[in-house]
């Protein structure tokens, strides 16, 4: 299973940007699919989360309002999309799947991740 996030980039305070996370490899299930970041000096933190069949999604307080999770099971794309962005949200933005379908705090694959940068 590999998973790739694409998306990422620099973008000034208030601005936007959709990451994306393609599914590869062999099939592992119907799998719940989360967000989680890391920025420098911290510990990784989750941002959101959602069920395979996209009914149930869950985000961090830091995200409600702002950011929403989507997936497109048909073409094995998980999405984020971001608006509103602060410049607190500067992170690698990593993609995970779980081994169940719903909403999970155990996932277990990861993407590489990809580096947002907003600047103020």
């Known amino acids: 299973v590999q998973l790739v996030e694409s998306g990422g980039g620099l973008v000034q305070a208030g601005g936007s940007l959709r990451l994306s996370c393609a599914a590869s490899g062999r099939t592992f299930g119907r799998p719940a699919m989360g967000w989680f970041r890391q920025a420098p000096g911290k510990e990784r933190e989750f941002v959101a989360a959602?069920?395979?069949?996209?009914?149930?999604?869950s985000y961090a307080d830091s995200a409600k309002g702002r950011f929403t999770i989507s997936r497109d099971n048909a073409k094995n794309t998980l999405y984020l999309q971001m608006n509103s962005l602060k410049p607190e949200d500067t992170a690698v933005y990593y993609c995970?799947?779980?081994?169940?379908?719903?909403?999970?705090?155990?996932?277990?694959?990861w993407g590489q991740g990809t580096q947002v940068t907003v600047s103020s």
């Open positions: 959602i069920s395979w069949t996209g009914g149930s999604t």
């Open positions: 995970a799947a779980s081994r169940a379908p719903l909403i999970t705090r155990e996932y277990n694959y």
